[in-house]
């Protein structure tokens, strides 16, 4: 099966779904705290279409956000205080910007400066986004959050890469991380996330998605290495990229392509031998149609007898997603195959939008955040009903409150149990932290995303990290707000057990009783 085509024909069962939902556009409320969670000082009917995630559905209270106590009370005060100092400095666009200019320019080349940089970064940022340089670590994040009701997405944060040897490398970090999966408690770890651009040249990557752009446009292009998959493209999907008819793939880049495959199949196998479920992370428009390939081609061989063990990524901020998971959703479906996804709002904003420009296009980004609220909540809408139906399984990853709010109210009139392995809420490391509490607080499966390894690798992740959420961590957020009022609340408590024991008849009492 895995060596034959999908035929066109297949392909185009499930016509495009033209019509967009109603649903909730609030501007959102998003939570962009940096908590760590350290205990000491130191994240075959005719299918209806899905209902959109309303305000009006949340008839009853399902999260409570508003008790600073409940949802604070157990982190350390030193902790609160360090995450409130660390959310100032990312708040701050100049600091962001001229912390963003260091790392990209050619003072890191300068040993002394560089080693000052980076351990500046290991005691701020570092340590506020990622849980550690090592497995060790890693292990012990993940024990520490499973202490507080979450488990831990074990992310060995290792990206691009430009030959097979680094991708050999990167492999070996993804089935290290399936090995620590393995080695916690069975509970505490959710999943183990990889990037394809780890394991397969990013040039290759480019290749392989102008030839797939190019097959989507004539069907009769033919492409001899190609695998069984699901459809990568929707009738609404930019096609941009590739413009004229590209060259077949060179014997050597074939080669590296059947590389980069026993890689993932590899990486897979080792995922099924311990049961610990594999997400594939998402990149930008002009590589994703690889990375969909990728991860559709090796669900059809993986993804069997109703266990999901890879899963995909949406990102809700392109226009196509929405289509894009209703028909692979469904011929996945109509195939058997159980498919998961990860559900996100995305993360190449700035770069999709002025890379379309160049080229003379609409950005493929949709026009207004609430658009990208509403198709997020569409998109969480759908999976949830497949899964009240039996089918499929999802992470909703937002730092979204209403689209939380939404999701778990959608969750509950479905009569989805809280605690189905089947949906999971995921937040990162160090961010939305109430959200998180209050997630878990009402019963949910609630993740964070940890990412790992040594700083300087890292440090791609931080920068998007910075780059992708600065307007989001420059307005008042619920944490901060939260944050504040347990703080204070801390404050006067102390002031007040002070005053008692300095009032005049504490000291009576106390004379009196020696």
Partial sequence: MATKFLSPKLLNTFPSFTRFLNSASTASLAAVASLNFDEKPEPAAVEKQPTSLKQESITNATLDLDDHQRLFGSIPTLNLLRSSANLGLAANERFVDFGMWIMNSRLMETSLVRDAILKTVRHTFFQHFCAGETTEEEADCVRRIHDK??????????????????????????????????????????????????????????????????QYKDPSFYLPWKLNTLPIFSDSSALYHTLEKPAPLSPKEESDLQLAHQRLLELCQKCVQDNVALTIDAEDTSIQPAIDYFTYSSAIMYNQDGNTIVFGTIQAYLKDAKERLFVTTKTAQSLGIPMGFKLVRGAYMSSESKLASLLGYDSPIHNSIQETHACYNDCASFMLERIADGYGAVVLATHNVESGQLAASKACDLGIQKGNQKLEFAQLYGMSEALSFGLRNAGFQVSKYLPYGPVDMVMPYL????????????????????MGKELKRRLTKLQFAKSEMASPSSMKIEIGTH
């Fill in 149 to 214: 009701g979450f488990r831990g997405m074990l992310v060995y944060a290792v990206e691009h890469t430009s030959d097979n040897a680094g991708c050999d490398r990167n492999l070996e970090g993804f089935l290290g991380s399936v090995e620590l999966a393995k080695s916690l408690p069975a509970s505490s770890v959710s999943f183990v996330i990889a990037k394809i651009t780890a394991i397969c040249p990013i040039g290759l990557l480019k290749r392989v998605s102008d030839l797939l752009r190019w």
């Fill in 463 to 482: 920068l998007r990290r910075a780059e992708e959420n600065r307007g989001l961590l420059s307005t008042s957020s619920l944490d901060s707000v939260l």
